[in-house]
């Protein structure tokens, strides 16, 4: 097949969880035989090849996100036409919309990947809201990447569609590095955005500092948390350690060093950096909102109730007992692998490109 994938940002613009997902989906359908090109844009115009994907960069002319979210759409329709594309998977409304415009010459088949989430009270504050609630009439497949997105588009929206979580590569996330001798929980995310939980995570710490003195925090992610630090005890202060971001490559030593990945956040349509946890063998620990909880079990981690820090203690306490546990390993990577690219994204997104059940 002949696929394009779209998003209007290119890194460093976009976070890493959605720069991931437009890669790996790439790479991935290249890898199984696809003729894959890639439109983005960026401050420099170009074209290139790599891994069997074609990357066509347009250059980006307006600052303001709504307008060039609205360019960039209007300008991949001629692209889209001329190539001729049996499948266009949009990650974003306009350049969705610029996909079913496309359709009527060449009779493409869209997919519009939601990767926040459709609820009706949010759209009504986006400058784009109308586009969406068009592309929510119009678009051959609309995917969700949690039943927690997919909860707002049924019952928003009245419509059905399909759940596409995010993947990761399992053969990239090897536990063999042994866990630190300290207990360590590893805080993947933007540092400093509140709904991400790291101020609730500080203080549920110093909650089991007592039973565990030796336990460490290890931060890593987007953002200066100076501000959210400074607010936790000295006794807090002193066990935490900023991490360089990095590359996304790096990152599985990380996971498989620390004993839990932590992420208490609220209202996330997904989890990228918990499912590298799993994938790492790292049982995780997040809050009961939005779609993190989906991807616990009683083998993988433990859930703790927003904004409660006790909640939070004894939901890290089931972690790190976890981590301690020989079989915990092996437990989070089989459930990791039902995000596994090769094994489950892929596939998935073949059927839904071909328009299969």
């Not at 990228?272 to 083998?299: C, F, K, Q, R, Y």
Request: net charge neutral; glycine share 8%; hydrophobic share 40%.
């Amino acid at each position: 097949m002949r696929l394009a994938v779209t998003h209007p940002y290119s890194w460093p613009e976009v976070r890493r969880g959605a720069e991931r997902i437009i890669v790996e989906t790439a790479r991935s359908l290249a890898a199984r035989g696809h003729e894959v090109t890639v439109f983005t844009s960026g401050e420099i115009a170009g074209r290139r090849q790599e891994n069997g994907v074609t990357t066509v960069k347009l250059r980006r002319r307006f600052r303001n996100p709504t307008r060039h979210e609205r360019w960039f759409g209007w300008s991949i329709t001629p692209y889209l036409v001329r190539g001729r594309f049996d499948a266009v998977h949009a990650m974003m409304a306009h350049d969705a919309l610029a996909a079913v415009r496309a359709r009527h010459l060449t009779k493409n088949r869209v997919i519009y990947e939601e990767l926040g989430s459709p609820f009706r009270w949010y759209w009504e504050t986006r400058p784009d809201g109308r586009v969406r609630r068009r592309l929510i009439r119009e678009v051959d497949v609309y995917g969700c990447m949690s039943e927690y997105s997919f909860s707002g588009l049924k019952s928003g929206w009245c419509r059905t569609g399909e759940l596409i979580p995010g993947g990761g590569w399992q053969s990239e996330f090897d536990p063999a590095g042994s866990r630190k001798t300290r207990p360590t929980i590893l805080f993947s995310g933007a540092l400093d955005e509140p709904r991400k939980g790291l101020g609730d995570l500080l203080l549920a710490v110093d909650l089991l500092i007592d039973q565990r003195p030796d336990i460490q925090i290890w931060l890593s992610g987007p953002g200066n948390p100076q501000e959210i630090v400074a607010q936790a005890s000295g006794r807090v202060r002193e066990r935490v350690t900023l991490l360089p971001i990095g590359e996304p490559e790096g990152l599985a030593q990380r996971y498989a060093e620390a004993w839990v990945t932590s992420l208490p956040s609220v209202g996330d349509s997904f989890g990228m950096t918990l499912i590298e946890s799993l994938a790492s063998g790292t049982p995780i620990v997040v809050a009961n909102d939005g779609a993190p909880p989906e991807l616990v079990t009683p083998s993988t981690g433990a859930i703790a109730e927003p904004h409660d820090p006790s909640s939070l203690a004894q939901a890290l306490e089931i972690g790190l007992r976890l981590a301690s546990d020989p079989a915990t390993s092996a437990n989070c990577r089989a459930f990791a692998m039902q995000f596994d690219w090769d094994a489950s994204i892929a596939p998935l997104l073949e059927k839904l490109y071909l328009g299969l059940p």
